[in-house]
């Protein structure tokens, strides 16, 4: 992974609709919070949005492609990220929509989390 700082800020610019959006570094890239949740992900020059079971397909028909990445035996690990649309890339309006489905699916996956059980004291 690889994160250009030029590039978090046409990020911001390009997601303004949304608000403030947090950037931090991560594993080479960088993370996208909003509100304190991670709804995406920046890697050399590609945005890849949040997915789970109701917005992944919703994605996959519009061209985006699965973030995936070889593992060290050879096999292939797909993850839960799939690239922002084409069609969303000039159209900051089209992209802050994809945006806010991955941001509910970061809420879905929030609220779908166990609590932990506090632990007892002897």
């Known amino acids: 992974m690889a994160y ?4 978090g800020e046409w ?6 609709a949304l608000g403030p959006l947090e950037i931090k570094r991560m594993f080479g890239g960088a993370a996208v919070y909003a509100n304190g949740l ?11 949005l949040k997915a789970d ?3 992944a397909p919703l994605l996959a028909e519009a061209g985006a492609r699965q973030f995936t ?9 797909a993850m839960a990220y799939w690239s922002l649309p084409e069609s969303a890339l000039d159209d900051p309006d089209e ?10 699916a970061a809420l879905r996956k ?11 004291r002897p």
């Open 4 to 7: 250009d700082p030029d590039f």
């Open 11 to 16: 990020v911001r610019e390009h997601l303004a």
């Open 38 to 48: 991670i709804f995406a992900l920046l890697d050399d020059g590609v945005i890849w």
């Open 53 to 55: 079971e109701l917005n």
């Open 69 to 77: 990445y070889p593992t060290r035996d050879g096999a292939t690990m």
């Open 95 to 104: 992209a802050a929509d994809w945006a806010r489905k991955s941001i509910d």
């Open 110 to 120: 929030a609220a779908a989390k166990k609590p932990r059980k506090p632990r007892s």
